[in-house]
């Protein structure tokens, strides 16, 4: 943190000479800030630095251009920089080198813009190319992902001011309460509850390095909503729910890792998926749900077994998506299991998962 001070004093400087009123005060408290949160988050830098150093609503655009010149190396900001969603520059993981000096501070917002860019090109880079340190990075940006799950229309109701329902009840009482004077007309809405979710995922030795990721997926997913399970098989099926109910997110990753007894072991799909149609999807565990595979589809069972699975995991749930690293692969099993599955999205990278993560809300009344 003592070398980052330098690199957020430099930026109270950048912001002074464009005529915001930054004194060394205001600094001193960015740099606190700065140092509860998370310093190598852009995201986390912004928040700190626009609570602390911009007091007046019309300094926030000129804030906005320091910050992306600075840190970003741009000259300009674009309009959706200001909202600094999720899955923006945000992601970057900033890392400054060690030798760094109070006399290198002009080199550090270059740096800080590489990284930036270095971090958005991963999203784009298959999870099997990637280093040991650039997926860390990745299981950091899963973290942030933000997932809306699906949702139904139920058939109770609710009272709303506006709604295709008339509500009848309510209208009459408040006409017996005028004393017969006619009432407004009051409406009716159609209730809205989640959708159970349910992952199945592949953790055998061809899907080993895709397997974790979407393990950090999966633990995501359940930090966004309740009904979510989550299911691992290999060459036997293993539910670990119960073990990604942890606020640490690699505290869950290990524990889910130590639950499943044949990780990067054999294949054996059909079984599996058969195993939980007949013990967990008859339970009514996905029945008007969603559920989500992620498999490669080198299953070494038989190949009716895994259609025979297919089809009944289609004909339990309301959805069946398969996520597949290998897209363009022509596998057995993917063949047999195709015609029953509604959605096929790829899994190779993190731009796969964010497109499965803003899939699943159109999914609610498809």
Not at 12 to 37: H, M, P
Not at 162 to 169: A, C, F, K
Not at 171 to 183: D, H, K, M, S, Y
Request: include cysteine.
């Amino acid at each position: 943190m003592a070398e980052f001070a330098g690199v957020l004093a430099g930026f109270g400087r950048a912001l002074r000479a464009e005529g915001l009123a930054v004194g060394t005060g205001d600094v001193l408290v960015y740099c606190q800030a700065a140092a509860r949160l998370d310093p190598a988050d852009l995201v986390d830098v912004y928040w700190a630095g626009r609570v602390t150093l911009v007091r007046r609503r019309e300094d926030i655009a000129c804030y906005d251009t320091v910050f992306r010149a600075y840190f970003l190396g741009a000259e300009a900001a674009s309009p959706e920089f200001a909202t600094l969603t999720a899955t923006l520059e945000s992601d970057a993981v900033l890392s400054l080198p060690e030798s760094a000096s109070p006399g290198e501070e002009q080199e550090t917002p270059h740096a800080a813009g590489l990284a930036a860019s270095t971090a958005d090109s991963l999203r784009y880079k298959a999870f099997g190319a990637c280093t040991p340190e650039e997926l860390a990075a990745i299981r950091r940006m899963t973290v942030r992902l933000r997932l809306t799950p699906p949702r139904r229309r139920t058939r109770r109701s609710r009272p709303a001011r506006t709604g295709p329902i008339p509500d009848l009840r309510r209208t009459v009482r408040e006409t017996l309460r005028l004393f017969g004077e006619p009432a407004r007309l009051h409406r009716r809405r159609r209730r809205v509850r989640p959708r159970p979710l349910t992952l199945i995922l592949d953790v055998s030795g061809s899907m080993a390095d895709y397997s974790r990721a979407l393990l950090q997926f999966a633990y995501s997913a359940g930090r966004a909503a309740t009904h979510v399970e989550v299911f691992c098989f290999g060459t036997r099926l293993s539910r670990i729910t119960d073990e990604l109910r942890t606020r640490d997110a690699d505290e869950a990753l290990d524990r889910a890792a130590k639950a499943v007894f044949d990780w990067d072991g054999g294949t054996r799909i059909g079984a599996s998926l058969a195993e939980f149609v007949g013990t967990w999807g008859r339970r009514g565990r996905c029945r008007g749900g969603i559920v989500v595979v992620c498999s490669d589809g080198l299953d070494r069972g038989d190949p009716d077994v895994l259609a025979r699975a297919a089809e009944g995991l289609s004909r339990l749930c309301h959805r069946l998506v398969w996520t597949n690293p290998h897209p363009g692969g022509d596998s057995l099993g993917m063949s047999v299991v195709r015609p029953h599955v509604d959605v096929l999205v790829s899994g190779q990278d993190l731009r796969g998962l964010e497109e499965l993560a803003a899939l699943l809300p159109a999914l609610e009344r498809s």
